[in-house]
């Protein structure tokens, strides 16, 4: 019998030199984006191959035909995806800027669909794969590595439909453990899937793309995207901790890109009324608010620092334009900021103003801290864009919300600062003032020129009907809006509807209408003297009144006057200049010529109604700074009463809102 041989087990398989080279990459937790030698190694192997055969080998393990269908219970192909995935990043990187780069990204534009097709798959299969979270944030990873700038293929590979929707999917999804959207993000970075988000803002033709994407959307997954962005902002600031600088800087990155985000789809009506319905820029403005509180609150040195993040979230909403464009007063279209007021009385009202002054004095008491950022200019323009919008009376007491006391102390001689210091207080007293001497009392809005029966309603009887067609007008009852159909609303309401007006999204924008509309009648009134001709104003003189007093209440207008309009410059709210005998042909040609459009028909027959009664109209046109070049034009048409009292002599009947381009150094308000 023949002894028996002893078993050997045989030698491991040796393997191949790229998978060594591969492997020394993604061992204990080695990052394949960094350079080192295992990095230069693994460049000079694939510049000796020259044929880019490693990633056409990897590549093919993120076939469409290896996708697990349903019914297969186990399969092996998606661990072998995610370490392909692993692979072509590591290949990508070794050969940046090498002109086999170039090659290697056209392979992968051909493939693009199967790689997405599998990141599809493998957002979904991360929990059977037990990899928590892991999946979705090493996906995005690799969409950054393929839309990093200047890549070849870019614009390309970020058109691709499979791109937009894995994007969409990554927005919404859920992170299994804690219920909320997954927040991937390290080393004081933004969000990796914001980060994505953010790229494709950069551009008009990405952003084009990406809106395209969510219009064409099935409704269940738009209204998930709209849920998923709307509550990501207090999400994130909940992640940040007042001693953390590294969680405040990545929390205040990520809520930047929402802002960029908010803004940016402001100019498409149709989704932007979604996300105002849903209170996008309130909670963007809760949440700044909680992290420029911290900040502010904070004592770790070096927090101020995030300022410079801060900052750019509230430039992005207010000024979308570059500085540059604004100093050479560059035209840009006005629809993009047509519902800045709307956006911010919601963004301030929890108490940003105040945490802005505080930082703008930190800053410009600590200026060498922050080097050459021009952070200090950047925060005076935001905050005298905040001033010039304070006539609207939700905005002002948004300011006028502080929590931090002391603030006007110090920094006496700083023109910035003082300017700052001065102008918001001011304009926010001056507004509120205007609505405190009225005692409550408001002008309502009404879109019907024939009614003139309308005023003084209380805040809790104040309500309006909005055209269900165009969502243009607005009317205080059914009969008003029957009369108006009649009179020619139903001639502009067809060219309304298809976005050339004014979309009013949201009851607070008839809020804010109204309240400009009360800052009119309160400057009108209080320069009635100076608007009647004094050659024309009739005194009843009253022993018992002083001169200030019968100058106010004893005036009457004329039986014919003058056809002129009153225009009043409230762009600059610390000094409201006005033109007091504006003849209409000359306010027309000035005026009225560059912003004509839709409205023209209703302002002609607002102009031909106060013609038919000169004895008691007066028309005032006020221009409110919406974002500098572009303005908000009110036209009103004021009823005189003589019995009425100091406050109320002039009320508005008629008002008809437009938008337009504004020269405040060549208008003739003066």
């Known amino acids: 019998m023949s002894p028996t041989r002893a078993w050997r087990e045989p030698p491991p398989r040796m393997k191949p030199r790229i998978r060594q080279l591969l492997d020394a990459l993604q061992n204990k937790g080695s990052n394949p984006t960094t350079s080192g030698p295992r990095c230069l190694a693994l460049k000079t192997y694939l510049i000796e191959e020259g044929d880019c055969s490693s990633l056409k080998v990897a590549i093919a ?14 399969s092996r192909n998606p661990e072998r995806a995610l370490i392909a995935l692993g692979d072509v990043m590591a290949i990508l990187n070794a050969l940046q800027e090498h002109c086999l780069q170039s090659q290697c990204y056209d392979i ?3 493939r693009w669909t199967g790689i997405m097709q599998w990141l599809l798959f493998l957002g979904g299969y991360g929990e059977r794969l037990q990899k928590k979270n892991g999946i979705q944030g090493f996906t995005a990873m690799f969409l950054q590595e393929a839309f990093f700038r200047g890549r070849p293929c870019r614009d390309e590979l970020m058109h691709h439909p499979s791109s937009l929707k894995y994007l969409m999917l990554l927005l919404t999804r859920l992170d299994h453990r804690t219920g ?16 994505l988000l953010g790229l494709y803002l950069e551009s008009d033709d990405t952003l084009d793309a990406l809106l395209s994407h969510i219009k064409t959307s099935p409704p269940e997954s738009r209204r998930s995207l709209v849920s998923a962005i709307v509550a990501r902002p207090m999400q994130i600031s909940a992640t940040a901790y007042i001693d953390r600088l590294d969680l405040l800087n990545s929390a205040a990155k990520s809520i930047r890109i929402l802002c960029i985000f908010g803004s940016k789809i402001m100019r498409d009506h149709a989704l932007s009324r979604k996300f105002f319905h849903r209170n996008l820029f309130g909670e963007l403005g809760k949440a700044l608010f909680t992290l420029a509180d911290m900040v502010n609150r904070g004592v770790q040195p070096g927090r101020m620092l995030c300022w410079e993040t801060l900052s750019t979230c509230l430039s992005s909403v207010t000024d979308p334009m570059s500085k540059m464009a604004r100093i050479e007063r560059q ?26 002054i505080y930082a703008f004095k930190y800053i410009k008491m600590n200026k060498r801290d922050f080097g050459k950022t021009g952070i200090d200019r950047l925060m005076e323009h935001i905050l005298r864009d905040f001033a010039a919008h304070m006539a609207v009376s939700r905005i002002a007491r948004a300011a006028t919300a502080s929590p931090y006391p002391g603030l006007e102390d110090g920094l006496r001689g700083d023109g910035g600062w003082e300017n700052v210091v001065r102008g918001i207080p001011w304009a926010a007293a001056a507004a509120q003032s205007v609505f405190d001497a009225r005692r409550g009392i408001h002008v309502d809005v009404c879109d019907n020129l ?29 009969e008003c809006q029957k009369e108006d159909w009649d009179e020619g609303h139903k001639h502009e309401c067809g060219s309304l509807r298809l976005d050339e007006g004014y979309k009013l999204i949201s009851s607070i924008q008839c809020e804010i209408r109204r309240d400009q509309l009360t800052f009119v009648e309160h400057l009108a009134n209080e320069r009635l003297p100076l608007i009647l001709p004094s050659n024309s104003v009739t005194h009843r003189h009253d022993p018992s009144k002083t001169d200030k007093d019968g100058t106010l209440d004893d005036v009457s207008l004329p039986s014919e006057p003058e056809a002129t309009v009153v225009l009043l410059d409230a762009t600059m709210p610390d000094s409201i200049r006005s033109k007091l005998h504006h003849p209409i042909s000359a306010h027309a040609n000035a005026i009225w010529r560059q912003i004509n459009g839709i409205w023209d028909g209703r302002v002609q027959r607002l102009v031909q109604r106060a013609g038919e009664r000169p ?15 572009a303005a908000t034009y009110v036209l009103g048409e004021m009823r005189f009463d003589p019995a009425a009292s100091r406050v109320t002599k002039l009320k508005v009947v008629n008002s008809v809102f437009r938008m337009g381009l504004w020269d405040r150094f060549s208008s003739p308000a003066s």
């Not at 003084?456 to 059914?478: F, L, N």
């Open 615 to 629: 004895e008691e109209t007066i028309l005032v046109e006020t221009v409110f700074e919406h974002n500098y070049p």
């Open 108 to 110: 992968i534009a051909e």
């Open 331 to 356: 035209s840009f279209s006005a629809a993009h900021t047509a519902d800045l007021p709307l956006i911010l009385s919601t963004l301030l009202e929890p108490g940003m103003v105040s945490c802005a």
């Open 180 to 195: 909320k959207y997954l927040y991937e993000c390290e080393g004081g970075s933004e969000c990796s899937i914001l980060w």
């Open 450 to 478: 024939k009614h003139s029966a309308r005023y003084g309603s209380s805040d809790s009887d104040y309500s309006v009907r909005k055209c269900s067609r165009c969502e243009c007008v607005v009317y205080c009852s059914r």
């Open 61 to 74: 393990h993120l076939a469409q035909d290896f996708i697990p269908r349903s019914y297969e219970a186990f």
